[in-house]
């Protein structure tokens, strides 16, 4: 079983950055794919950017694509989530998954899409003020 542990959730004003990191206790060719999520209270979780860690290959969701950075240290087994220019609406708590590579379109790109991941951390609060 992946055990996964998110940090760097805080409380910024609106334009601001903010970096969140997730350390896995392992990298497994069947979880080959971590990644970011969110949620709102009321709302589902929603994916946003993951990366397949074989390759490093990033995918984002159009709702954050341009502003949010995923990124790894595969000897660290620590993917992390830079987020530039943050608006209100990007306030929720932000879960780190991990799951399997599912073949056809881009990698990780459905593991994003339909929310995919078989792990989860506990995740971590982002707060945005306008």
């Known amino acids: 079983q992946v055990r996964l542990m998110e940090s760097g959730g805080d409380s910024v004003q609106a334009g601001g950055s903010l970096t969140l990191s997730c350390a896995a206790s392992?990298?497994?060719?069947?979880?080959?794919?971590m990644g970011w999520f969110r949620q709102v209270p009321g709302k589902e979780r929603e994916g946003i950017a993951s990366i397949y860690t074989l390759g490093g290959i990033p995918y984002y969701a159009r709702s954050v694509e341009g502003r949010f950075t995923i990124s790894q240290d595969r000897a660290k087994k620590q993917i992390y989530l830079q987020m530039n220019g943050l608006r209100p609406e990007d306030t929720a708590i932000y879960y780190c998954?991990?799951?399997?590579?599912?073949?056809?379109?881009?990698?990780?790109?459905?593991?994003?899409?339909?929310?995919?991941?078989?792990?989860w951390g506990q995740g971590t609060q982002v707060t945005v003020s306008s």
């Open positions: 998954g991990s799951g399997p590579n599912q073949l056809g379109g881009p990698p990780c790109g459905r593991f994003i899409d339909v929310v995919e991941a078989d792990y």
């Open positions: 392992e990298y497994t060719r069947e979880s080959a794919c």
